[in-house]
Each structure stands twice: as structure tokens, then as C-alpha cells.
């Protein structure tokens, strides 16, 4: 590449040159781009990673990664990502979930009085989280992983976001209360009829003023009296997050089969995020409308009984010409107190009338006027409301003009009456925020995902150092989260049936591992329960919902995410499973495979079914072609001895198309295998058998899903084995070719075919 580039660089400085010759050029200007060449090596590491990492890769690449990360605003963009999940949590927690059209309702509440612990440890859970998993997986595809300081950074950030979204709402909340303070208008009417010593409106602002104080006193005894009540109704639905899920999964998995399903399995916590919220605020929202009525209830009760002690009172003095000055109502030598004492005594006074109770004497009171003040002219009020007066300032506890007072008393009391109806309790009134919040971090609990199944983690949220990570309801079968054994079908296997010898690749970096090795890259899991017999059920359970419609609705899922055929298989018992595979050997005894090469080859096609003998339901077949070909051993046990003795050497040419029409010949006639596996050497090339291998492909795609091929090959190359690898490929499970293979070889290649057969079915 670089001798290209430079060749152009020498073209081009010739061609100016030529031109500057022919013209006159004022000016020429020479622009030299760096290599990409560096780049090439770090690719193949990406692309093809192996065991140990170059030396210079990994010196270098985290630089440069770190470069292209600024250049490209990757980081920009992984900061803002973390913003928008806080936001979104914020405002969740505040308004609930986005509607249809993805808008919060944003009904500013004015009542936030304080933060939620909750909702920050929530959101840091989810922030940790998106870091851990989301974001290191991302990194490791590139085969880098976030340092220490490097989490750190991005956890720092996120909880300064945290904090100036905290900041910005108790700013906000300041402003909304300097708003209520400046209640201009009211303050002018008042300060007005002070200065104008009006006492009649001065009468009518203080009764309003009573009236409105006493419905917040009547609502604040309500709430206090029954707070607690509420809180206990609403821990009513508290579970933990494993009994949560056991729940849902009784629900979703066992009882009946609903469509809920694939969101419940395929992203399950987002699932339980949404179940909960929904659950608690529907909970919640019907404890406020129970508990809004029953206030409106007591109120209205209350209100109306004083409403009509008021209307009787008002009855002795509704005639009043001129109004009688408070002054008037007491007789002649109690007036050595100033004005204050008796407007506060009347303002009493008038109080145990409408409550129907006697606190104080009325015998200051002149005679004209102590029928309006006996006590047993009223009804007394008996509610379980009461109004403690005490706790209304002195000043509020004035009457001026007695008239005008009961008269506006009895007006405003209409005035609420006629809008009970529009009081509605809010969240924050009962402080179930913060409750809410609790309960949901509760029942959500721990925010990982299995790393395997997806499922979420159901141990409790205890932020214990120690935490392991489990699914106490087991984990769920690993296709559901794209997990495939092949090209084409879903692993149907939960994280508890694989064995630990199986060999898993490995999403993030395309390296085989053992599972054993993988649990151990994932020590804060617990993959299986201590108990067999809950394996079982979980296993039993799965193998039924995959069956009855979940592994449809899986597969159709799969197919458009990864926009090929996805071929359904039903989940069967482990045993079935085992070994019950179809090996069909096929070998070249063309004139070039004559001596030394054919005992090489033999010898290497029995040492594999040799070590096929401990599996139980193992099946052999052996063709064996030149020019043409036979079948010498058809689908039997392997047996050792008794297959040597079948395979036996002829000469002849080298020709594919019998060998392949023979094994579908073999393949149409024994039925019922998990797995048909064409393992193939030739050591010469022939001609792309394209009748036969088309037919391959007519074979129902249940039975073509089941069928990989090895092709090996003596030649360093082989342009129709590639084709049909190819074909293959595109329509069978599997299918690998490898050039170069001496006969030597064969013992060791399909052995390790075989033994990653047994062990990979589990996978
Ligand atoms: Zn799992
Ligand atoms: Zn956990
Ligand atoms: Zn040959």
C-alpha cells in the first residue's frame, strides 16, 4: 500500500513538473497525508484476536483508541448517553413514565419538599451498571477494557450530573414558595382596609381567612391521622425481587401463555423496571383517590355541621340595621380591657357556638344579646375531625363585626362545598415519594443481568460488597438472548444445563473458552443453584413455555435482528440430546492415496470412532470413493474392530459427486438424529459436484439445520471443495474446509470434530 501511495506521490510531482513546463503555475501546493499503515496491524488484532495480545498493540492502542474516541466524540457521545439516563430517571421518578408520544407530563409538583434518597441510589446502580456491562463490553470488542481511573471518571461525572439536577430542583422549589408569599393582591385588600379601619371587610377577609386556615388545619389532622395507615396499605404489596419474579413467572411462564412473553424474557429487566413502577403507582394512585374520598367525605360532614350552627347564629343577628360594634355585645362595666380582649373573647365565644360546645361563661355579655350565645341553642359537632384552635395565630382570632363575619363564614364554607369534589391528595402529601422510591428499589432489586442469559439478577439489593449475583428462579434458556449454537439455531440450553468442559465463543473478543473458564471471568455470578432438584424444575419449566410458543416467538425475533433464517428447534431432555449424532466418514482411496498415505488416513478415520465407542447413541457410516464410491459400514455402533475390518483399499480416479450422493442417500434413510456430521478427506481435487449438492439443499431445513460438514483437503487449495464449503455454509449448520491436511493429520483433526461435538451440544 505504501509503495502505491508513494508511485502516485512520484506520478503526480512528475505530472506537475510536465505541466509547469507546458504553463506558467503560480503556485503549487504539496499536501502529504500520513500513512494509515499503523492502523493495519491494530486491525488484525480487533478483527482476529488471539491469546496474547503483541506487544506493540498493546503499548500503542490505547492511545491511539483514545484519539479516535476524542476525534469521533465517542466520548462526547458515551457522557451524554449517562445525561439523558439520568434525566430520564429524574423525571420518571417525578412524572412517571413517558407516554405513547414519548412526552413527560410535566405538571411541575409543588410540593417537593425534599430529595429522594432512593431515587439517587437507584440511578447510581444504573449508571454502575452502564459502566460494568454496557460500556466495557463495548470496549472489549476492541479488545480494551476501562482502567480503574477510567470508571472512576465516568462515575464522578455522572453523580455531578446527579447533583446539579438536585440543585436545579430545590432552586426550582424556592421559586415556586416565593411565588405563594407574594400573594399580592390579597396583602393589598387587607392592608387597605387596615389603613381605612373598614371593619366590615376587615370582618369579611378574617372570616375567609379562618375558614381557609381551618380546612388546611382539618387537612393537616387528616393526613397525620391516617398517615400511617396509608404507608402500611401501601407496604402491603412490598415483596422482594426474587418473589417478584417467581410471581411474574408463575404469571407469564406457567399459568397461560401471553404475548407479554417475549418483552418478559427478551429484556427482562427493563420488563421488571416497568412492572414495578406500573404496579406501585397504581397503588398508589388508588390510595390517594380512596383516601382523597374519604377526606372529602369527613369534610364536607364537618363543614356542613358548622355551616349550619352558623345559619342558626346568624338568625339572631341577620336584622341588625347598623351593625352592633363588638364593643356593644358586653356589658357596661366589663369594658376595662381594650378592644383586643373582646374581639378575641367574641371571636371564642362565637367559635363554641359553632362547634356546639361550652368553653367559655357568657356572663360579660348584655342581656339583649346572651340568647344568640347559648351554647344549647346549637347542635354540637362530633366529628372525628377536629379542629384544634390553639393552633391559629392571636390575631387571626378576632371579630369585628359579627355580622359580616358569619355571614362571609357561612359564604366560604358554600364556596368549598361547592368544590370538594376538586380535592385530590398528592403523592408528596403523604410523603409516599419517598416511600414509593423505596419500595421500588426494593422490588426491582439488583440492576445486573446474567451475562450469559440475560436474566435478570432476583438477589436482594443490599449494596453488600459481597454480593453475588444469582437468579434464585433460575436462569432462562440462553437463545433468548441471541445466544446460537450455529449459524442458524437458537442454544436452547439454560446457563445451569451447560457442563463445564463445554466450549463457548465468546461474544466480546471471538475466542473459544470452556464454560468453566468463562464462570470463572464471571466470579460475581452464581450460574447454578446448590439445588439439583430446583434445576430440574427451572429446566422442566423452560422446556415447556420454549415448546408451547416461546421458541416460536423467539425465533421470529431472532430472524429480524439478525435478518436470516432462524430454524426452531424444540427443547427436549438432556438425555435424548447426549451423543445422539450421525457421523458419516468419508475417505479417499484414489491411486495417489496407495500405501503409506492410506493406512495414515485409516488409521486416523478409526482412532476417531474409537474414541466415539462411550457415546452412547453415537451412529457411524464410512464411504470410501475414488472414480466411485461405496458405503461400508451404514449407520452402526461404533465399534472399533469390527469397522476395521470393512475398510480396505481399491485405486482408482478421484471423482465427488459419488461419495456426497451416496451420503444423502444415508442421510434420507436414517432419520432421527440431533446432528449429522459429513466429516470428508480427499487429498486431490475433482470437479464441483453442483446436481448433488443441490439436492442437499432440498432436504427440509429441520434436517439441513442438523448437518455440518469438515472438508479436509491434501491440496493447498481446492477451488470446488471451497464452493461447496460456501453453499454450505449458507444452507447447513456448519461447514469448515482446511487445506493442506497430510493424512498424518487426520487422527487429530476429526478427533477434536468429534470431542467438540459431545461437549458442544450443551452449548
Ligand atoms: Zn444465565
Ligand atoms: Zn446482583
Ligand atoms: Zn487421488
Known sequence: ?????????NNNAKFKQELLQQYIIIDTEIEIKPSENQFYEVFNCITSPKDTMPENFKKNFPKQFNSIMRDQNGWKMLYKELYVLIKQEIDYQKYGP?????????????????FNPYIITSIIQKVENNIKIKYNNQFAQYGLILTDVGERCIFYYSMLIIWRFLCYQRWNSKNIQQQHQNNYQTELIRCKAEINQDNQKQSCIKATELVSKIQTLLKKEFLDRTKKEVLQQKNQVSMSSADLISKLDKELLIDTFKKKILSYTTDHKSFINQYTFDMLKQVQDKLLTDYSNKYKKELSLYLQSIQQNAKIFFKYIKNQQKEVKTIKYFVEDAKQQDKIFYENYLFRLLIQCLLGKIEDKIDIIEKQYTEIFQVSNYNPVNYQLKINLQLLNQQDQQVYNLKSFVETLIEEINLILKNIDQI????AEYQLDVEFGKLKLQMNGCEYTCPCCKRKCDEDNDNDSNHIHKCQNGH??????????????????TCEEILDQCILITLETNLQKTWKEVKKAHSNWNFKNIYDAKNNENKEKWEKVWNIGLGRLICLHLEKQLNHQIILSQKSSFE????????ILILDDSGSMQGEKWDNAKNGALHCIKSLENADSAKVSVIIFNGDARIVVECQKPNYSQISSCISYKGGNTAFDPPFKMALQLIEKHKGFNKIQILFYTDGEAGYPQATIDQFFQLPPQIRSRISLTACSGEKSSHSLQQMIEKFSQHMQLAQLKNSVQPMEIQKVWTEVVSKNIHSQLV
Open 1 to 9: 500500500m505504501i509503495q502505491t501511495i508513494d508511485q502516485q506521490w
Open 576 to 583: 435424548i440430546y447426549i451423543s445422539n449424532i450421525h457421523y
Open 424 to 427: 385530590q391528595f398528592k403523592q
Open 98 to 114: 413517558p407516554d405513547q408520544q414519548g412526552n413527560q407530563n410535566n405538571k411541575e409538583d409543588e410540593t417537593i419538599s425534599s
Open 476 to 493: 432462562q434458556i440462553r437463545g433468548i438472548n441471541g445466544i446460537l449454537i450455529s449459524h442458524n439455531s437458537p442454544s436452547l440450553f
